[in-house]
Every structure is written in C-alpha cells, then in structure tokens.
C-alpha cells in the first residue's frame, strides 16, 4: 500500500489512536471509505495482520475510537467484507464482541 492514506486511515494504519480521536472530533467521517475499505475494516484489518506479524496480542483501540464515534459496524467495504467479516477472518473475538455490542445495543436502531 501506498504512503497516499487520507489522515483518517493513515491513523488507521499507524494504529494512531490519539490522532484518530482528534481527526475524528474534528469532524472526519467514521465511515470514511478509502482504497476499497471503510475505516473500520480497515482498522481491524491492521490490528489483525499487526498481530499475525508480531506476534503480539491483539489490539482493539483504533476499533473502539471509531465505534466510540459512531462508525456503522455493519457497513461493508467496497469489496463486500463487513468489519464482522474482517474479525472472524483474524479471530479477533476483541473485535467481535465489540461489534455485536454496538450492532444489538441499545442504539443499533438510530444508525
């Protein structure tokens, strides 16, 4: 992948969560879809693959800022895989049951 990432997804893959929370609070769009993923997907893509490379426990930061600011946990990426789709590809079960819990919670009707 190219260095071209919008601000928003160059947090994502850079797992930059403080500057993901501020580009976010300054109006980015959660669902923002870039280079044929959505900011989500691409966000548990990262902490996924970050994770086979490393060998180090999952992360789930960059998930949870963007849930946090209301990123749709069923919007599939121009491609077809939704961000469930994504976690159980990575067995990310961090991720998992943070999009069951904002995809049945108690504002999952108001997206």
């Given amino acids: 992948?190219?260095?071209?990432?919008?601000?928003a997804h160059h947090a994502v893959e850079h797992e930059d969560a403080e500057t993901l929370v501020r580009l976010l609070a300054?109006?980015?769009?959660?669902?923002?879809?870039?280079?044929?993923l959505t900011l989500l997907t691409h966000a548990i893509d990262v902490e996924g693959d970050g994770s086979l490379q490393s060998g180090q426990p999952l992360t789930v930061h960059t998930t949870a800022v963007l849930l946090a600011f209301g990123a749709d946990p069923e919007l599939a990426d121009p491609d077809g895989r939704t961000p469930m789709d994504m976690a159980d590809h990575y067995g990310h079960d961090l991720a998992v049951q943070?999009?069951?819990?904002?995809?049945?919670g108690p504002n999952a009707g108001n997206r």
């Fill in 1 to 7: 992948m190219s260095d071209c990432w919008t601000p």
């Fill in 26 to 36: 300054s109006g980015a769009d959660p669902n923002e879809v870039f280079s044929n």
């Fill in 98 to 104: 943070l999009l069951r819990a904002h995809i049945t």
